[in-house]
């Protein structure tokens, strides 16, 4: 019999997760997880409030003979992104996450799994249940909305804190200790056109999906496919060489995330049809070749459907089709100061096109505020062309790296105590919300680190049972160590 993950070591951490992950917790909709961690506080008779946006904090005193040392604050967030395969059957706003255990890691059947960052909320409720794990006095530090625009993080009231070292539970490989973060800007196109009829045509829906996905920062490195370019590729292929006229056109779903699937309607001429099946099969073939290790599930199928009643004005097909081909997507530039790190990239990251409306959102970062205008200015020229409107939104600042600060010392050298390796001290090109809590609170020493999880973002969302445990004895070293005040 599989075996359940409220059982799995260390069980407090793992019985907290369960808990969690049985609330239904989308950004933005997150009331439901406010409250249960806000009734945990008070019925651990601990200080607890909730702010206006709905950040909550608890408190806890220093045990007996940690009452000298440094304030810490334990932060991660509440929310979490909801996404699930196509073919999973599953409502995300009354269902608790189905996990299951598979060898050393827990997984969710179809849809993400919430460890991102749900390892670090149960953490944190672990070590404020506890009786027996010393640490200096605490404030665990629990935002919303970090998935769709850390407006949690950014509605935080400078003063709210009284800690001096901040540890963010929120990074997914567990040797690994961030220092830096990259900031972001959400770029938004959204336009009308006009249509034409589609009578005397075929019409056909292309579906393109298997796409690996992924997180839209840290996973933008590794070449993945985007659903909404190759779409995009596939459609302006078959309009110059088959004429097809685009009738709808359905990509991606998270702003955060490489979109994995994309769906599109076109019509076509019945004497079209041959080529237009041939063009199929040969983009089948080119892209899992382009994407074969990378994609290695992509797949494109066709089926004949019900003719649509209009399609796209051929002059704005044209505009609109190599707008989005000259997009940016991916990696933009890699840094030149720090070997190995993108600095600056986009995703196109949902496009809708139906009934006479059309939007692309685009999710832009970098770790030099300037060149994130710099390429949001760029994304928003390729549709300007087309006659779009621009409008730029949810921006927040990067977190820029202190090597030298004493809570990075301390925890390299404990890691390399406790490891025998030294740990990466890196920035991260995503986004953290201790570049928002840093504004609010530029003495505050940061530094983010976390149990290893793959797939974020995804269906593919695991979480390796083994690093939970790592993290876990790590992060209660890490409080017996916390410095002496100054």
């Not at 961690?37 to 950040?55: H, M, Q, R, W, Y």
């Not at 506890?130 to 003063?159: C, N, R, Y």
């Not at 990075?408 to 809590?437: D, F, R, T, W």
């Not at 290893?452 to 593919?460: E, L, M």
Request: charged share 20%; hydrophobic share 40%.
């Amino acid at each position: 019999m599989n075996q359940p993950v409220s059982a799995l070591a260390p069980t407090a951490l793992w019985n907290h997760f369960s808990s969690l992950n049985a609330i239904p917790r989308p950004s933005k909709k997150e009331e439901r997880a406010v409250a249960f961690i806000k009734a945990f506080g008070e019925s651990l008779n601990l200080p607890t409030v909730v702010d206006a946006i709905g950040n909550v904090i608890i408190k806890k005193p220093a045990t007996a003979g940690m009452e000298d040392r440094t304030p810490l604050i334990l932060q991660s967030h509440l929310d979490m992104v909801h996404q699930k395969n196509s073919d999973t059957i599953f409502d995300f706003s009354s269902e608790g996450i189905n996990m299951f255990v598979d060898g050393d890691w827990v997984k969710a059947k179809g849809t993400t799994l919430g460890a991102d960052n749900g390892i670090g909320v149960a953490a944190i409720m672990t070590i404020l249940a506890s009786q027996d794990i010393p640490h200096p006095a605490l404030e665990a530090l629990f935002t919303v909305d970090e998935e769709t625009g850390m407006s949690g993080a950014l509605a935080l009231k400078a003063g709210a804190l009284e800690g001096r070292i901040l540890l963010n539970l929120d990074t997914e490989e567990d040797d690994e200790l961030t220092i830096g973060c990259a900031g972001g800007i959400d770029v938004t196109a959204t336009g009308s056109y006009d249509s034409i009829g589609s009578s005397g045509n075929s019409a056909f829906r292309i579906s393109l999906k298997g796409l690996t996905g992924g997180h839209s920062g840290v996973d933008i490195h590794k070449g993945r496919a985007n659903a909404n370019k190759l779409m995009n590729r596939i459609l302006l292929k078959l309009a110059d060489e088959t004429g097809a006229a685009l009738a709808s056109l359905d990509g991606g779903s998270l702003r955060n995330a490489i979109p994995r699937e994309s769906t599109a309607t076109v019509c076509i001429a019945p004497e079209k049809e041959v080529p237009f099946q041939a063009l199929i099969t040969q983009f089948q073939q080119i892209l899992k070749n382009e994407y074969h290790f990378t994609d290695p599930a992509l797949e494109i199928s066709i089926e004949k459907v019900d003719l649509p009643a209009t399609v796209l004005d051929p002059a704005f097909q044209f505009k609109f089709l190599r707008a989005v081909y000259s997009c940016p997507n991916g990696i933009y530039r890699m840094s030149p100061d720090i070997p190995g790190l993108v600095q600056s990239s986009n995703n196109i990251a949902k496009i809708q096109v139906n009934q006479g409306t059309y939007s692309i959102q685009c999710l832009t970062r970098s770790s030099v505020n300037s060149e994130k205008d710099d390429l949001a200015r760029a994304i928003a020229a390729a549709f300007e062309l087309a006659g779009a409107s621009l409008a730029y939104t949810g921006a927040y600042p990067g977190w820029e790296p202190k090597p030298s600060a004493p809570i990075v010392k301390l925890m390299s050298e404990l890691y390399q105590e406790l490891y025998q390796s030294p740990a990466k001290v890196n920035a991260i090109h995503a986004g953290l919300e201790c570049g928002i809590l840093g504004s609010h609170y530029p003495t505050m020493q940061m530094i983010s680190f976390g149990p290893n999880i793959y797939g974020a973002h995804s269906p593919d969302e695991k979480v390796q049972i083994s690093s939970v445990q790592k993290f876990w004895a790590y992060l209660q070293e890490i409080l017996k160590q916390v410095p002496v005040m100054n």
